[in-house]
């Protein structure tokens, strides 16, 4: 039971992040492999009392949301719930930061809504006074002269050239941004944020970026290979290179959420 335990409380966390969690990531990160494993995890989050079905824009059984008794355990900085027109692209980014945390044991990572719910937060991280534009994902590798501000973008879809000028600009702003990974879709979308970058000078301006493919994340997770200048290697190789995880945080990693919830009983779930 202690599998599905935390797998609860995973989904819990996600759900405080992001305003919902997607049967899909339960299956393929938070469940043992096999239908009928899959199908009993998915489960115990329905049957929870702290998970509603979600019904934005029309029912989907495969996502769950938190239900009002759930909101109020996770605390009132949960995220509310997104509209259906996101779903697809928030759940990359909650596959992004499952890995980060759990695998890699990053413990500060905010999620756009996180960090578009509390203003004074979002200056204080990003470093621009305006909050022009927020990342999909906000996170921190490494430590002391090591540490890095890391910001994540997912474009599956190609936006206008103003659009991206306009996004280059803010990250100007961003001075306690120190790199930015963009997931794309295709070559195209990523040949038009290099071209915007180039143009706004963002590559003099000390930031780190680096772009992977959304295809390779979703099937080879932190294998996916990121491209940064001329170099390529592997998400979890650009990670480690900081040398952010060490033997006592690694071990420690396997139960981190516990230190972010509360202690969760089998009764309490109900």
């Known amino acids: 039971m202690r599998g599905i335990a935390e797998a609860r409380d995973w989904s819990l966390l996600l759900a405080k992040k992001f305003g919902f969690i997607p049967r899909a990531v339960v299956w393929d990160l938070l469940a043992p492999k096999g239908k009928t494993a899959r199908y009993a995890y998915w ?15 029309g029912s989907s059984p495969e996502y769950l949301i938190l239900s009002a008794k759930g909101k109020e355990f996770m605390g009132e900085d949960s995220v509310s719930e997104v509209d259906n027109l996101y779903l697809e692209h928030d759940e990359i980014v909650m596959r992004f930061c499952l890995m980060l945390i759990r695998k890699l044991a ?10 578009k719910k509390d203003r004074v937060m ?4 990003i470093g621009d006074g305006a909050v022009s534009k927020l990342p999909d994902l906000l ?6 002269a ?17 659009r991206y000028q306009t996004m280059c600009r803010a990250y100007g702003r961003a001075i306690y941004v120190d790199a ?9 979308i990523e040949e038009a944020i290099k071209s915007a970058i180039n143009e706004g000078g963002l590559e003099f301006a000390n930031r780190e970026v680096g772009f992977f493919y959304i295809d390779d994340l979703l099937e080879n997770n932190f294998t996916a290979k990121v491209r940064i200048g001329a170099k390529e290697i592997t998400l979890e190789g650009y990670f480690l290179e900081r040398d952010y995880v060490g033997p006592e945080t690694a071990e420690n990693s396997r139960y981190a959420v516990r230190g972010t919830l509360k202690e969760i009983s089998g009764d309490s779930w109900g």
């Open 106 to 115: 990053v413990s500060k990572a905010w999620s756009e809504g996180e960090l």
């Open 180 to 188: 930015i990974l963009f997931g794309v879709k295709d070559d195209s």
């Open 139 to 144: 996170f921190d590798i490494g430590s002391g």
């Open 146 to 162: 090591n540490l890095k501000r890391v910001a994540l973008e997912i474009e599956r879809t190609r936006k206008s050239r103003g």
């Open 43 to 57: 489960r115990e989050c329905q049957k929870s009392p702290f998970f509603m079905p979600y019904r934005i824009g």
């Open 122 to 125: 979002a200056i204080k991280n």
